[in-house]
Nanobody, 120 residues
Framework: QVHLVESGGGLVQAGGSLSLTCTAS?????MGWYRQSPGKEREFVVG????????VYADSVKGRFTISRDNAKNMVFLQMNALKPEDTAVYYC????????????????WGQGTHVTVSS
């Protein structure tokens, strides 16, 4: 069992920045983030493999969000810049065995979620 604990998030005006952090209880391979807006399905945002190279981003966040990880601390970070009201959602940290399975929604463990609200 891997426990994921998220922190960060909050309320920000459009154009602003926020950062999210996720800490895993064990070393995991692929880590990343999904999000869910009210009335919508949970969607993939970004994922990265153990080495931190070649991250995969959803088209909607490319160029604005940046993922990184610290394997010594089992942590992954999401820096969100140029935020838009449509980025408003609950953001979930997620882990998977491979980056492609993470993108496809084959998630091994979920965090509890953290709220991000972007006001216009």
């Amino acid at each position: 069992q891997v426990h994921l604990v998220e922190s960060g998030g909050g309320l920000v005006q459009a154009g602003g920045s926020l950062s999210l952090t996720c800490t895993a209880s064990w070393a995991v391979y692929a880590m990343g983030w999904y999000r869910q807006s009210p009335g919508k399905e949970r969607e993939f945002v970004v994922g990265v493999g153990y080495n931190g190279d070649n991250p995969v981003y959803a088209d909607s966040v490319k160029g604005r969000f940046t993922i990184s990880r610290d394997n010594a601390k089992n942590m992954v970070f999401l820096q969100m810049n140029a935020l838009k009201p449509e980025d408003t959602a609950v953001y979930y940290c997620a882990t998977a065995g491979r980056i492609d399975t993470m993108v496809n929604g084959e998630i091994d463990y979920w965090g509890q979620g953290t709220h991000v609200t972007v006001s216009s």
